[in-house]
């Protein structure tokens, strides 16, 4: 059973605005009241979680000073809605006994499915096109076929003449490479950067680099994944390659990226995340007006959202829950 001899708790969900908090199925005996925020601002966090015994988090920071026994003094569970922990101080949870969970696998497909649309929109040059239409260039200029080819001249590729290298062959590469082999293209799954040799049925990631016609990044941001992708392998792919990014910020250092783009050293690049988010032209060099002439496609960190996503968390969620009230132990434990 989980710590604590109370059957009765106070529940606090910070960010509702993502995920919609289902109704909790909680195991006899115990209850719950439910203080429920639409966002939440670091700021706010400490105020709204002092009475917390289960605090239900997305993204917000959950940080050591948060997490400090007068601060939250019953918090006994963290309840992330999300695969991705760094949103937590986890150090500080284990510190304290704090028993923290996660959501694993829930938004696998709706990330897939994103990556091979950011893929499509990239190779075929539709925002680029968009906006010219939009800007009336059409009319101006007569055809803009071309406006498709990519640095080396050439009209783009069809999914058969394509070669998509996946970074990061966890649950959503492994979505990726089926899409992907449905669609006709050739798959390479990439060894870790700086090995020589690779294990069998992967490719050396120096090899891949320079032979994938199309890139795909699903790999967790971590130390040694930090600009995984810079100056070398950037110079390293071939001028009509395209580069998806479905992981995280700072995997793909931007301002290499963008000078790629503007030389037509790579012929263009589609990400959902961003070295700073919210991204906006003040924090982010992939936004503002000074981009609107390259083969860029930016989303705003949505690739996790759909109908399916949500069913999975509230599955994942509930199962957390009643697990840690049952035994102590959630479905997902992460510390």
Request: proline fraction near 7%; aromatic fraction near 4%; hydrophobic fraction near 40%.
């Amino acid at each position: 059973m989980a710590q604590g001899s109370s059957t009765h708790h106070i529940v606090v969900a910070l960010e509702s605005f993502f995920v919609p908090i289902p109704i909790l199925d909680l195991p006899a005996p115990h209850t719950y009241e439910l203080q429920e925020y639409s966002r939440t601002r670091p700021d706010q966090v400490a105020e709204r979680i002092k009475d917390a015994d289960i605090l239900i988090s997305n993204i917000v920071p959950i940080t050591a000073d948060v997490l400090r026994p007068e601060v939250s003094p019953r918090l006994k569970i963290v309840a992330i809605v999300a695969s991705g922990t760094d949103s937590v101080d986890l150090k500080a949870c284990k510190a304290r006994g704090i028993v923290v969970a996660n959501t694993p696998h829930c938004n696998t497909v709706a990330v897939a499915e994103h990556s091979i649309a950011l893929y499509f929109a990239a190779r075929r040059s539709v925002v680029l096109s968009h906006t010219l239409v939009q800007a009336g260039e059409w009319l101006k200029k007569g055809p803009l076929q071309k406006v498709l080819n990519g640095p080396d001249g050439k009209p783009p590729k069809t999914c058969r003449d394509e070669t998509l290298g996946i970074i990061g062959y966890g649950a959503v590469g492994k979505i990726v490479e089926s899409m992907a082999k449905g669609l006709g293209m050739k798959v390479l799954i990439s060894g870790r950067k700086g090995s020589p040799t690779a294990p069998e049925g992967r490719t050396p990631f120096e090899t891949l680099i320079r032979e994938s016609s199309v890139i795909v990044l699903c790999l967790p941001r971590s130390p040694e994944s930090l600009n995984l992708i810079s100056d070398a392998e950037l110079a390293s792919m071939k001028p009509y390659a395209v580069l998806v990014n479905v992981s995280r910020g700072l995997i793909v250092d931007e301002k290499a990226l963008l000078s790629a783009l503007r030389d037509k050293r790579i012929a263009g690049y589609a990400t959902d995340v961003y070295a700073q988010e919210p991204a906006s032209a003040e924090n982010s060099l992939l936004v503002g007006p000074d981009t609107a002439d390259l083969n860029l496609t930016t989303t705003p960190h949505v690739a996790w959202s759909a109908e399916d996503t949500n069913e999975k968390f509230h599955k994942a969620l509930k199962e957390n829950i009643a697990g840690w009230l049952s035994t102590g132990r959630p479905k997902y434990p992460v510390a």
